[in-house]
């Protein structure tokens, strides 16, 4: 059963990359009156989107979100301006890799040189789409040599399955004794596929499959949710050292999975089921309790479990979150990403 | 190569960049630089071809409208350095009016740094009009200042390879104009192992680059980064001025500083005999503290105490601190002059980790010294609470070994207990305290210790067995055990070796106040003792003796003891256990055998063979052979033969006034002993006259008095040794009360 559902999966996939190959997006799937909102609250002049709910920082996962985001409104300034900044401020490890974090309060903004390997994804994921539909070769260039280098120092093996390493810092098994630890919403599905065009070498389908595998694998607690991190060094399990909560990062993996294509109703129920709250809310859960943490109502968290409802079962999107209105960085960037994912591919839902 | 060809591979600039890294040869960094026609200086007129090229002036025109005359006269210089045959128009102010407004903002936005949004500009205006193509000139420029950009943000947080790939495919940044991005590459070169690399960029600066303060700089941050050979070559291009006077004049100094720094840091590091002369000169000419100083280490790290003594005092003398007392203390300890040492770092003790080690190999090294010197009450006890302070069992050791010197058996017993409960496997001190058990005759207490460590400690083992070489002549009031002053030696660190002070690492701690809130000396003593550690030795102290008796000092043994390694000639290492008649042998080998001998405790063979070495021909030779031969006879008891050896040739004075002491001592107490009281007086008079009167001795003295029925001048003595808390004084000046009540004694 899973057999054929995987092989089903990764025959979408294969579809999907050739589509991203063959046809042009010159018709943008976000419309811009939402991404002049979008980058009136969270794009400064200078090129950096601004987690606004955190610190005003920026990081490599902001940027790439804000470099796909201009993509796909078709806005090649606001791409070059962000690009522009990421290149200069953040491409800066020796790797090739972007540093995570930038802090506008501290000089040198810099502190900290490691890498966030889903930043380094969509930062890659974004170049080599643009690059590829606007005709542009310098973009493809630079996405290729992310690319590969996060295929040479990223991605690594561990009991035969191809796993992506958070941060070259501070994960592995030499870096802590419940190493390898890995973050399942790392796994930026719909970019794989791109990352194999771009450097075909290296095992990226190895990588989706591993992925998949594991949120079958860590269905934890009563609510079958996966941890934000996870510990692999036996059977999967929260991670040492953070809390063992289904939170804000892994509440975008069915997001993910759904804009790369994957219809598999059994996870996608499970995670709906998990995630929802009452009143369409969002809880964020304390898995070994099954208890929530937080109960979220911000559209841009909201329209998950209504995207998978749409996908799954054709159920509209409510009115309120068919439109958009900008609350913070984070949230307000998933509803973009679920709102652009339904106007190319379930305008039904609309 | 592999990361960056992966990353680069299939692009001309991956091929250009990794040339710079793979080929190793010198010129490489220049030649790449100077293909690339960048560099105003060299400006290598660029095979053009026949056509002129076509000047595109357009920030020309907008810096003139915009009247930036500083970028203005910079586009010019660039633009003529890129074109040596285009001629400026000759009033830029005059060109004609740009009408692309559009163009005109991205200019501005360019010379306002806002790089993004020059980007947005150019992408929105493409995307709107497929037809415009935006100036190659713009495009270059915003290029070259994001890899600055670039640059710069990699360098400092330490990411060289990410500086030396973007400089490489921007040649163009690297220009006199902008030495910051020309001395991050160069740092980064240095960083990641490309020192030649480092080497050319920096000559390259020092070559083509002309403002004299960045040429300084330059070989000011290529040293740390350079070996000295290759800083050597930085300065053989050195420019010089009319009068002759290098532009690096100032810089070999700070290198010979550097130098000797380096060689402080590394005693098997060898520096040119010129850099040591070069900071000797400086030393002497501006006398900074900081240049005695390095001297100061580097003299004391290669074995030559006496010179480094001197630039320590130097040191001092410009600004006393805490570095220069603990160097000059270590230079001290070097020498032999434990009590200077421990005198000159006692006020800076507490300044950090290496004073505090330093301070306490002054302590062991001073109680250890041998013959023991009596060492004043109030240097001793400062030294104690320093000891329990810093829980220091080799010290606590050394001192049980500075009471048994003197016959405290029960202090010594005491502070080897301590020592051991501070370091509970040290067998020195084990065997220290069995022994002291062994004199006191607790034999329970010595079958104790050897029940405990029989095993580890075949001498601990042996305390009490019957000596089988035990030497003839031999009395006195202290028992001789099974045990030779060798094993004390060997007991005692630091002794026939190496002082025993750890050299610490050289660092320069920060001057720091040690504030003198110190109450009276009995205080200390007092408050820094916890309950259980025993009393400082005290000399003035003998042990418990009846009140009314007489004290036993048996001062005459204490001293010599233990031979010291200062006074003892080398090459003791020599056998002596075997049974020769030493007048066959030469004078050098009978003064060699009789320190050995004294060594295995055989004070009597000893004293045979220092009567064969008195027969050398040598003033020293003869000196040490006396001396040596009146140290054995002390040992033995024999004060009066002692006398006429150390008469048998000439002292150095220090020893003559130690042996004469000695034996002044030895006199005073053989006399009391015998009652004869005036002779006792006499002999104490004479000591007084070279060496401080001991606590003990004014002790005997009062008694001496006492016997003479001088009540009142053993009263005076009584009541000063008393005032210092001594219960001997104490129990004395009781018996000069009963005497005058009931005349007993």
């Known amino acids: 059963m899973r057999k054929t559902l995987l092989a089903c999966m990764f025959a979408g996939l294969v579809s999907m990359s050739l589509g991203w190959v063959t046809h042009s997006e010159a018709q943008a799937s976000i419309s811009s009156a939402d991404w002049a909102a979008y980058k009136d609250k969270f794009l400064d002049g200078s090129g950096r989107i601004v987690d606004d709910a955190n610190g005003n920082i920026s990081h490599s996962e902001g940027q790439g979100y804000g470099m796909l985001l201009a993509f796909l409104a078709n806005n090649r300034g606001d791409f070059d301006r962000i690009w522009s900044f990421t290149r200069t401020e953040l491409m800066l490890r020796d790797d090739g890799l972007a540093v995570w974090k930038w802090n506008p309060d501290t000089n040198p903004h810099i502190t900290d040189p490691n890498n966030a390997s889903d930043g380094d994804l969509l930062i890659a994921y974004a170049l080599g789409r643009a690059g590829s539909n606007w005709n542009r070769p310098d973009l493809y260039e630079s996405a290729t040599a992310i690319a590969k280098g996060i295929s040479k120092t990223s991605l690594f093996q561990n009991q035969s399955r191809t796993l992506l390493m958070p941060g070259l810092a501070g994960f592995s098994t030499e870096d802590r004794p419940d190493g390898p630890v890995v973050n399942p919403s790392y796994w930026v599905f719909e970019a794989i596929p791109v990352m194999a065009t771009l450097d075909p070498k290296a095992n990226w389908s190895g990588l989706t499959s591993s992925g998949l595998k594991l949120l079958e694998a860590a269905q934890i607690g009563p609510r079958k949710l996966p941890p934000d991190w996870l510990s692999l060094s036996s059977a999967p399990k929260p991670a040492n050292g953070f809390p063992p909560e289904f939170s804000y990062n892994a509440v975008r993996i069915p997001l993910y999975l759904m804009r790369a294509g994957n219809i598999d109703r059994k996870l996608l129920e499970t995670f709906r089921t998990g995630m929802s709250g009452p009143d369409g809310s969002v809880e964020l859960v304390d898995l070994p309790s099954g208890t929530p943490v937080h109960t979220l109502t911000d559209p841009g968290y909201r329209i998950i479990p209504a995207m998978i409802s749409c996908v799954l079962d054709k159920t509209q999107l409510a009115d309120d979150l068919k439109t958009f209105q900008p609350t913070s960085y984070y949230p307000s960037t998933l509803q973009l990403l679920a709102l652009s994912f339904a106007q190319r591919s379930h305008p039904e839902c609309l | ?745």
């Open chain 2, 1 to 745: 190569m592999n990361a960056r060809a992966l990353l680069f591979g299939a692009s001309a600039l991956a091929l250009m960049a990794s040339g710079v890294y793979v080929t190793g040869k010198i010129g490489d960094w220049s030649s790449l630089v100077a293909s690339n026609g960048f560099l105003a200086a060299q400006a290598q007129t660029a095979p053009q071809a026949n056509a002129k090229p076509k000047v595109d002036e357009t920030a020309l025109r907008y810096f003139a409208r915009q009247g930036d005359q500083k970028r203005l006269d910079a586009e010019i210089a660039r633009l003529r350095a890129l074109y040596p045959d285009w001629i400026p128009p000759e009033n830029p102010l005059a060109l004609p009016q740009q009408s692309d407004q559009s163009l005109d903002a991205m200019w501005k936005l360019y010379s306002e740094g806002k790089l993004a949004e020059v980007r947005k500009a150019v992408a929105d205006r493409q995307a709107s009009d497929p037809t415009w193509q935006p100036p190659a000139d713009l495009l270059d420029r915003l290029a070259v200042a994001e890899a600055r950009e670039q640059i710069i943000n990699a360098s400092t947080i330490k990411q060289y390879d990410t500086v030396v790939r973007v400089a490489s495919t921007n040649p163009s940044l690297l220009t006199c104009g902008d030495i910051d991005v020309l001395w991050r590459v160069a740092e980064a070169f240095a960083q990641s192992d490309r020192k030649d690399r480092a080497k050319d960029a920096y000559s390259y600066i020092l070559r083509n680059c002309t403002n004299p303060e960045e040429r300084l700089a330059t070989v000011q941050k290529a040293m740390p980064l350079l070996p000295r050979s290759d800083l050597n070559t930085l300065l053989a291009l050195e420019r010089k001025a009319p009068d002759g006077t290098g532009e690096f004049a100032i810089l070999r100094d700070d290198l010979a500083r550097q130098s000797v720094a380096a060689a402080d840091a590394d005693s098997e590091l060898v520096i040119p005999q010129s850099d040591v002369e070069t900071v000797t000169r400086l030393a002497r000419e501006d006398k900074l503290a900081s240049d005695a100083l390095a001297l100061g280490w580097y003299y004391v790290r290669r074995d030559d105490p006496q010179q480094a003594e001197e630039w320590f005092r130097a040191a001092q003398a410009s600004e006393d601190s805490a570095t220069a007392s603990q160097g000059l203390a270590l230079a001290l300890i070097d020498q032999n002059r434990p009590s200077e040492a421990e005198a000159v770092l006692y006020k800076w003790r507490d300044t950090n980790d290496d004073t505090k080690a330093v301070y306490m190999a002054a302590v062991s090294n001073l109680l250890a010294v041998v013959p023991p010197v009596p060492i004043r009450p109030e240097v001793l006890s400062r030294m104690v609470p320093e000891i329990v302070k810093s829980k220091d069992a080799a010290a606590a050791q050394q001192l049980g070994w500075y009471a048994d010197g003197f016959n405290q058996f029960e202090t010594a017993s005491q502070w080897f207990a301590t020592a051991l409960s501070w370091k509970p496997d040290d067998e020195p001190s084990a065997y220290g305290l069995t022994l002291m058990r062994w004199k006191l005759d607790n034999q329970l207490g010595v079958a104790e210790m050897q029940q405990q460590w029989a095993r580890e400690s075949q001498r601990i083992a042996r305390v009490g067995q019957p000596e089988p070489q035990r030497p003839e002549g031999q009395r006195g009031t202290v028992p001789m055990p099974a045990y030779g002053p060798d094993q004390i030696v060997a007991a005692t660190p630091g002794q026939t070796t190496q002082p025993a002070y750890a050299q610490p690492a050289y660092t320069q701690p920060a001057r720091a106040q040690v504030v003198n809130t110190q109450p009276a000396l009995r205080e200390i003593v007092r408050q820094a003792r916890p309950a259980g550690e025993p009393a400082p030795v005290v000399q003035a102290q003998p042990r418990a003796q009846e009140a009314t008796s007489a004290p036993r000092v048996a001062a005459s043994q204490a001293p010599v003891q233990r031979v010291a390694k200062s006074q003892a000639p080398a090459q003791r290492q020599a056998g002596c256990s075997t049974t020769i008649d030493p007048s066959v042998l030469s004078a050098q080998s009978a003064l060699n055998r009789g320190w050995c001998l004294m060594e295995l405790n055989r004070p009597l063979e000893a004293a045979d063979s220092f009567q064969v070495a008195l027969r050398s021909l040598t003033g020293q030779a003869r000196e040490d052979a006396a001396y040596g031969q009146s140290l054995a006879y002390l040992r033995l008891g024999l004060s009066d033969k002692a006398a006429v050896a150390a008469a048998k040739a000439p002292q150095q004075k220090a020893r003559s006034v130690e042996l004469n002491t000695a034996l002044l001592t030895a006199q005073a107490t053989g006399a009391f002993e015998q009652g004869r009281w005036t002779e006792t007086i006499m002999a104490l008079d004479q000591r007084a006259q070279i060496a401080p009167e001991r606590m003990d001795l004014m002790v005997l003295r009062g008694y001496a008095f006492l016997k003479l029925r001088r009540f009142n001048d053993a009263e005076r003595i009584f009541r000063a040794a008393a005032g210092t808390g001594n219960r001997d004084a104490q129990r004395g000046l009781a018996a000069v009360k009963d005497a005058r009540e009931g005349g007993v004694n």
